[in-house]
């Protein structure tokens, strides 16, 4: 470890697997969310280059396709399956999580990156509002039905939750007011849903960072766990439904390009280095539960309503309810 070199704003994907390939190696990854021109894509991409198997994710079984496509032609000697995974509906995750479960293969290291950002208020068939769903719910579920298969796997398997600065724009997922929590928008009382959609993606950014710190907690010696903020990266989320809203931070001009006199913006590349510092770092495996930026931790840059015991134990606790099912490990 003494020799890895240090990462930080610029680093890149690649840089950050080919310094930490010894610990890529013989891994089995899945990483949720790779549609192309996305951070999980790019992570998946470059996880390929050393990992044993790489499993990504998506809804829609054309473009998922096209993400194995684009993969196997950046690295052909790379070992990728795909995954039928609709986070916003309980029985799909199920599904899903049945399907990996029955893998021969053992799981090392899950990646948490899929997020919902169409923009627009929606209840899924759950009646669950769709952003929490895709982004907190359906993820929680996902990693809790997996959580045997991989601490069976031997070592200290890894969970990564790809969260956002954002998270710490609001003041947190709502946790007195169950309605609120599971089908709220995020904004004030009788406001239009459609037009705090940002809002609610800063809440359940918070939900990511607070399952992980959670999750480290009643894993500890057993799983490790880590949330991040990836950087401003121009994917495929500034051209969903976010628009207005960005337009109205200064991150989007009128025309609906980025605005480059924003300044930090980073590459697709930058943007996932943080997650996979995240994966397969050694140098954070005592740093369980941490929020990292920039390819390091970074806890003081953790909102203090995410970073509350008694609130993440209450998340947990309420996410249990909500899926209708309690996990011990």
Same mark, same amino acid.
């Given at each position: ?20 390939a010894s610990e890529i190696r013989g891994k089995?990854?899945?990483? #949720?969310?790779?549609? =192309? ?5 790019? !992570? +998946?991409?470059?996880? &390929?280059?050393? @990992? ?35 986070l916003s509906s309980l029985a799909a995750v ?11 293969? #053992?799981?090392?290291? =899950? ?5 919902? !950002? +169409?923009?627009?208020? &929606?209840?899924? @068939? ?77 809440q359940v950014k918070a939900a990511n960072v ?120």
């Open positions: 470890m003494a020799n890895l070199p240090t990462f930080s704003f610029s680093s890149t994907a690649d840089e950050v697997v080919d310094a930490l089995n990854v899945l990483v #949720t969310g790779t549609s =192309l021109n996305g951070i999980g894509f790019e !992570t +998946a991409r470059a996880t &390929a280059k050393y @990992a044993n198997l790489v499993v990504i994710t998506g809804y829609n079984e054309g473009r998922l396709q096209l993400s194995k496509d684009a993969i196997l032609k950046a690295v052909p000697s790379a070992n990728v399956r795909t995954l039928i995974l609709d199920r599904k899903a999580a049945a399907e990996v479960n029955a893998y021969p293969e #053992t799981l090392h290291v =899950l990646i948490n990156n899929a997020a919902a !950002t +169409a923009g627009k208020y &929606a209840l899924t @068939a759950d009646n669950i509002e769709n952003q929490l769903a895709a982004g907190h719910i359906g993820p929680f579920l996902f990693t809790n039905l997996l959580l045997p298969k991989m601490l069976a796997a031997g070592g200290i398997p890894r969970v990564v939750f790809v969260s956002s600065i954002g998270h710490s724009f609001s003041a947190g997922i709502p946790l007195d007011d169950t309605e609120e929590f599971l089908r709220g928008h995020g904004g004030p009382p009788g406001a239009d849903p459609n037009t705090v959609t940002l809002v609610r993606y800063g607070m399952t992980a710190k959670e999750l480290a907690k009643r894993g500890a010696g057993k799983v490790q766990a880590f949330s991040l903020h990836p950087g401003a990266i121009w994917t495929n989320a500034f051209e969903g439904g976010f628009q207005a809203e960005l337009k109205n931070l200064g991150l989007v001009n009128a025309d609906g390009t980025k605005n480059e006199k924003y300044g930090e913006w980073k590459t697709l590349s930058q943007g996932a280095s943080t997650t996979l510092v995240a994966a397969f770092d050694p140098r954070i495996a005592d740093k369980s539960g941490t929020y990292l930026d920039n390819c390091v931790v970074a806890e003081e840059k953790m909102a203090p309503h995410s970073a509350d015991p008694e609130r993440t134990k209450k998340l947990w606790e309420k996410t249990e309810e909500a899926i209708g099912e309690k996990f011990a490990f």
